[in-house]
C-alpha cells in the first residue's frame, strides 16, 4: 500500500477525490458514461464518466514479488498517475477435469489518475496505455501478445472469453 493512501479504503478514497473535485470544479462530477452521436456519420461512442481510481489485473507468476513492479510504479509516477495499492493473489484457481488444482496468479493494481491540483484525470492515449503494459510485461518477465492492430482481434470481457474457449472445447469433443 502507497504510504499516501495508508489506512485508506477506496472508497475512502474516491470520496475524496469527489470532494477535491467539489472543491476545485465547483460542480459535481459526471459519473455516469455518456453516449455521443457523430452527426455527419450516425455512429455512436462511448465517453466514460469520471473515474479518477481504476484497477487492473496483471497475471503474474508463482515467484512474483511486489519489489517487481517498481519500473511500472515509476512509470506511472512519470506519466501522472499514482499506484494506490498492489495486491498479489497467489490461492484462486480452479480444478481441471482431472481434479488437479490450477492456479491463477495475479495482482490486482489500483492505480489514481486525479491530478490533486486540478481535480482533472490524466489522459492517456492507446499508444501510452500500450506503453504502460509494455512496461508492466518486461517488468515481471512475461511475454506481450500480438498487437489487436495486427491481428485484428478484439477485447473480449471475461466471461465473453470463457464462452469462446468452452464452444471451441465442445467443437473438438466433438
Partial sequence: VNPT????????????QKQAYRDIIRQEPNLKDSIIT???TGKQRTISGWSPLREGVATIK?????EDFRPFVEWCRNHGLDVVRIDLHFD???EDEECNRKYNHHAHIVVDWLNWETAKTAKLD??????AQDVIATALGMERGESKLISGLEHLAPAQYREKIAEE??????
Avoid: P, V
Fill in 5 to 16: 493512501y495508508k489506512g485508506m479504503s477506496c472508497a475512502e478514497i474516491f470520496e475524496k
Fill in 38 to 40: 457523430n452527426s455527419k
Fill in 62 to 66: 508463482e515467484d512474483t514479488k511486489l
Fill in 92 to 94: 484462486e484457481g480452479y
Fill in 126 to 131: 492507446a499508444s501510452k496505455m500500450s506503453e
Fill in 169 to 174: 472445447k465442445a467443437i473438438i469433443l466433438k
